[in-house]
């Protein structure tokens, strides 16, 4: 157990629909961040927020949106679902580089 | 544009059979290369992370170098148990940008 605790840990949805993904960062940690890992694009950068604040944006598309509530939680907001949306998507806290990750959420939209 | 390479794709060594991985990079100022290990199923592994061209740092089998245009994670006499996916990344010194590359794929047979 990394300490960093990603929910659901699969996730089936249709086209279209939208979904949140959760995630509890490590005791202490204040920065959480949010990839994607598909096989044709590998390990993506998506956001980053620092207690509460965005801090680095990577490659998030616009239906894409995430926050981080004040006990450091963080959601990742996914709408208007696409096929190539599937992949999955991992959750890190702790400094940028040396963070921990969570074991992910395997999103697959049918 | 910050870009990553990763070589090979995949390799296949026996135990014993030391080897070398490549990653090639070209980013907008170096503020940091990082190593990790991904098994199936799982978030990434922090390894190591290398500042400067000259560097080294050591772990166990693995020992990662880096100079101004590449790194090299060498395995010294692997064991089965090294079997994964190692990814490399870089974090450019410019923007917030934090790129990882398409990761190689190890196996290491009995």
């Known amino acids: 157990d990394s300490g960093v605790t990603q929910t659901p840990k699969h996730l089936i949805t249709a086209t279209g629909q939208r979904v949140t993904l959760r995630c509890s960062p490590r005791?202490?940690?204040?920065?959480v961040y949010w990839y994607q890992q598909s096989l044709d694009q590998g390990l993506q950068f998506l956001i980053q927020?620092?207690?509460?604040?965005?801090?680095a944006k990577g490659n998030i598309l616009e239906r894409f949106s995430a926050q981080q509530f004040p006990d450091l939680h963080s959601e990742l907001n996914l709408s208007s679902l696409e096929l190539g949306d599937s992949a999955l998507y991992f959750c890190?806290?702790?400094?940028?580089?040396?963070?921990?990750f969570g074991s992910g959420t395997r999103l697959t939209v049918v | 544009e910050d870009q990553v390479t990763q070589s090979p794709e995949a390799l296949r060594l026996q135990e014993g059979e030391s080897s070398s991985l490549n990653c090639s990079y070209t980013?907008?100022?170096?503020?940091?290369l990082f190593w990790y290990r991904q098994d199936p199923g799982k978030g990434p592994e922090f390894l190591f992370t290398?500042?400067?061209a000259g560097e080294e740092k050591e772990k166990e089998r693995l020992k990662a170098t880096l100079t101004k245009k590449e790194s090299f994670l060498h395995i010294t006499a692997p064991k089965p148990e090294d079997s994964a996916t190692y990814l490399c990344?870089?974090?450019?010194?410019?923007?917030?940008?934090?790129?990882f590359g398409p990761g190689t794929r190890l196996s290491v047979l009995p």
């Open positions: 290398l500042y400067s």
């Open positions: 990344a870089v974090h450019a010194r410019y923007g917030q940008n934090f790129v």
């Open positions: 005791s202490g940690d204040l920065s």
């Open positions: 890190a806290s702790g400094p940028k580089g040396f963070s921990t």
């Open positions: 927020y620092y207690n509460g604040e965005e801090r």
């Open positions: 980013v907008s100022g170096l503020r940091g």
